[in-house]
């Protein structure tokens, strides 16, 4: 656990934020950017071969002007989930925001070739880890005095073009399982002041896709790029700020005019 802060700088920041898996790719982007938006950062990473990448992002939050923090946790572990969340609110106060983005893609391989413990583990992360996940962001605002109108916090799901399409399929049924997720607490989590949104990148320049990929698949894309992890973040940026304070139940895609279902991711 690392926490730091901008000596002699008094900092008045009321948004805390959760990111897991913020150590790389679309998470790290995001905590960059809710750094800069008056919103303290707790960057979730689960490996300690992560623990480094993790530093570096809190260092980036910081000069930036925010609070920030790295934890390590296992999301698909409820008491490392509830460590995460005890240890966030106690170090940077209220968790107000939390952002599901940690996930794996799993086997890359067909019905047959997948064995049922490779898809038990892409669940655990990409489900499990989510679902745990908010139950505990639940518990921690629904307490807080503060009316329905005022909304209490926010949740931001990162799913994918792959639920549509099919492929990688263990990955695929995961962000599937992760969209009806999301429609199915809408209502509940409204009525306790908090929105829920998803988003749904496409082709995006990560650690997890090659060059190779990006060229074999640019073509689908009516921008003829892949997208970079900054307008990714642009967007949950975008669904935590005020300005989407009237925005639940939605899940935007963000893939340069792919539709749902056209080609890989």
């Known amino acids: 656990m690392n926490l730091a802060s901008v000596a002699g700088q008094p900092l008045s920041i009321q948004r805390v ?6 150590s790389r790719g679309i998470g790290k982007a995001i ?3 809710l750094a800069t938006q008056s919103t303290s950062v707790c960057v979730n990473y689960t490996s300690e071969s992560s623990k480094s990448l993790a530093d570096a992002v809190v260092a980036t939050c910081i000069a930036a002007g925010s609070h920030a923090m790295a934890h390590r946790a296992d999301i698909s572990n409820p008491l490392e989930v509830i460590e995460l969340f005890k240890a966030t609110e106690a170090q940077l106060g209220p968790v107000t925001a939390l952002v599901n983005n940690a996930a794996i893609i799993g086997p890359r391989t067909g019905l047959l070739d997948t064995t049922l413990e490779e898809l038990q583990r892409t669940i655990a992360v990409n489900v499990h880890g989510p679902f745990l996940c908010t139950q505990e962001f639940v518990k921690c605002v629904s307490a807080r005095k503060s009316t329905v109108s005022e909304g209490k916090g926010a949740i931001v799901n990162i799913s994918s073009g792959s639920a549509f399409i099919g492929r ?3 990955y695929a ?3 599937g399982a992760l969209n009806s997720y999301s429609a199915g607490i809408v209502d509940e989590l409204a009525s306790l002041g908090i929105r829920v949104n998803s988003v749904s990148p496409g082709l995006t320049k990560t650690e997890m896709v090659s060059d190779k990929l990006v060229e074999d698949n640019k073509h689908l894309i009516p921008m003829r790029r892949a997208a970079d992890t900054k307008e990714i973040a642009n967007v949950v940026g975008f ?7 009237f925005v639940s139940g939605g899940n935007l895609r963000v893939a340069g005019g792919r539709k749902m279902g ?3 991711q």
């Open 17 to 22: 934020a959760i990111v897991t898996g913020g």
């Open 239 to 245: 669904l935590l700020s005020e300005a989407a304070s």
């Open 31 to 33: 905590c960059e950017l």
């Open 262 to 264: 056209s080609g890989a």
């Open 173 to 175: 049924m995961t962000k």
């Open 168 to 170: 990688p399929l263990a």
